[in-house]
Structures are given as structure tokens and as C-alpha cells.
């Protein structure tokens, strides 16, 4: 009797653990696992400067197929109002920095980025950009230096980690350089097919690219750049996909800013059209892939722009500007797929890393 009752309560557990498996295999359809992370960063874009792009716009703007909004506060260690190193760092790495330091804390200690977590995970990485590679918001994400400015040795640090695709200006960080170091002919000894325009980037079946686009800046897009950073994002995915593990890939837009500097209107406003057609590729991705988070934020805003007027039936839109430089207000944090809804709120740019990082599952910096 005793061994029949045990083997009564076996059957029990067995149907019960039978449920709980088939009841957890049905969450993670629901709630597919993340393997990628699309990171995508308009420099200095504001609220105002995405309700621009979208008036002037005939058509809704891909960042609206978003469905979870944030705020993100952007501040750094020693001022209120950032520099593009100081928050792209606190983006890459969870860690509150100085202004003008890239990958490095206030007391001048290296830091692990995202990226390089990602990298030693298995994950395949990658970085595309509208100006250099080396320029303080890609940087950020491989590089750990004191100064923003010191490209050459940015450039360094790129042949310091593992990284599968990179996308940009800055030839002349790595060719024509006062060290007279050709580093072009370092990344082709360590594997990377190196590209020097856009149509061989776009052309090349290699799992490892260096794509140089200009000797530093590309241009503005109506001076010449074209689909750049569209057509790149989609190479870039291209290429990391083929890592069964998964991606990151972050994503700058980086002439928002330069045009709020500038305090041109029209411009910002073109810059930001250009970032929301990268946003539709890594969309369009995310949505046929199930397995794909895509952060969509600003590393601050700049130029202080305000609307003062417009149509949505012509699409006309007036802008005024406050300040040549940086401020100090929240900028919007917009995310889609899998694991979204860690990104609603109002939270510190600093967050942003830990979200991401919890995303992937990665419980540790290791």
C-alpha cells in the first residue's frame, strides 16, 4: 500500500512538473528570449526635435511604432549639463564620468562597456556612425581614454578588442597618424576586410569590416551623404546576425547635434528624418526576428529648440533656438520587441546600461 501511494504521488508530480514545462515553453513564446540589442543614439535629439521630423513628415515616423516611453536625465560627474563623452559613457558603461573622458571614470579608471561585455559573452558587436568612429559617442563604447580628443589613440583601442563590424568616418585616425602607424594594414593582419566608401561596405561578404567612409566627418546628408546610416545599419545587421549567440549594435545619429550647434533648422530637421530611417531598418528587423530590443534615446539635447510654430496640413514647421550648446533637459527614451517595458519611466542615462544588461541576462560584468 505505501508503494503504490509513492507511486500515485510520482504520477502527480510528474503531471505537474509536465504543466509547469509546457506553461514556461508557452511564456517564452509569449515573451521570446532576447539574443540582440539595437542601441541607437541621436546625438543632442530632444522631444522638439522628433515632433519636427514629424510634422514635416508625410507619413508617421518609424520611432512611433515604438509603444514604451521613457526620460532618461543626463547630467555627468562634474556638470549639469553634459558633453557627448561624458554621456556616452554613462550610456556604455553604467558609470558617471567627467566631462570630455571616454570609457573612464572621474579618477581615470578603465571601464567595461556593454559592447565589451557583449564580446565576452560569444556575442558578435558592432558600431556605426555618421561622423568618425573614433568621435566621443561611438568611442565610448571601445575606447578608455582621458581626453575625447586624442582620436589616434581611440583608434588604438580598436585593435585592442574583438569587435565584427564598425562603420564611419576617421580614415585618417588610422592611416595618417603622427605616430606614422598605418593601422589600416593592422586591422587587415587581424582579419578585417577594410572598406574605404560607402558602395564597398555595402557590397562586402566579409564577417569581419572596418568601413571607413571619410577621411574624419561624413558630411551632413543633404551635402552629400545620402542614405549613409541607413544603408549601414543595414549591412551592419547583416553581418552580426550570422552570430547564432547573438548582437549588440549601437547606432549614432550623430549630425542632430551638429545642426542644433549650429542652431539650423532645417538641417536638424533632415538629420532627424535620416536617424528615424535607420530606426525603421533595426525595426523592421526586431519585428521579424522576435528576438531583437531596440533602445532608442539621445545622449542630450542641444541647441535648446523650441517650436514656435507650424502645420501639420502643409508640413511646415518653425524653430527657435536657446543656446549654441548643450542643455540640461531629459531627453525621451523610445523601445520595442522583447523586454521594453524596462524602459518606461523617468530614470538616470546610467540606467540605461543596467537595463541593457539585464536584457541580455547578464547578471555580472565577467
Known sequence: MKRFSIFILLIIFGVSLTSCLSSRKLANKENPDIRNVIFM??????????????????????????????????????????????????LATGTKTKNGAIGMDSQGNGLKSILEIA?????????????????????????????????????????????????????????????????????????????????????????????????????????????????????????????SKGFFLMIEGSQIDWAGHANAADTLVDETLDFDKAVGVALDFAKKDGHTLVVITADHETGGVTITGGSRETHKVILNFSAKGHTAVMVPVYAYGPGAEKFFGIYDNTDIFRKILTSFGFDNLK
Request: glycine residues 10%.
Open 41 to 90: 543614439i541621436g546625438d543632442g535629439m530632444g522631444i522638439p526635435d522628433v515632433y519636427a521630423a514629424m510634422t514635416v513628415s508625410d507619413k508617421p515616423l518609424n520611432i512611433e511604432r515604438c509603444n514604451i516611453i521613457g526620460l532618461q536625465k543626463t547630467f555627468s560627474a562634474d556638470n549639469y549639463i553634459t558633453d557627448s563623452g561624458a554621456a556616452g559613457t554613462a
Open 119 to 243: 564580446e565576452d559573452h560569444g556575442l558578435a558587436t558592432g558600431l556605426v556612425s555618421t561622423s568618425s568612429i573614433t568621435h566621443a559617442t561611438p568611442a565610448s563604447f571601445i575606447a578608455h581614454q582621458s581626453s575625447r580628443g586624442s582620436y589616434d589613440d581611440i583608434a588604438m583601442d580598436f585593435l585592442k578588442t574583438d569587435i565584427d563590424v564598425f562603420i564611419g568616418g576617421g580614415i585618417d585616425h588610422f592611416a595618417k597618424r603622427k605616430d606614422k602607424l598605418n593601422l589600416l594594414d593592422s586591422l587587415k593582419f587581424r582579419g578585417y576586410e577594410v572598406d574605404t566608401s560607402l558602395t564597398m561596405v555595402l557590397k562586402s561578404t566579409s564577417l569581419k569590416l572596418a568601413g571607413l567612409t571619410a577621411p574624419v566627418h561624413n558630411p551632413y546628408r543633404l551635402k552629400g551623404r545620402g542614405d549613409m546610416l541607413p544603408a549601414s545599419s543595414g549591412k551592419a545587421i547583416e553581418i552580426l546576425k550570422k552570430n
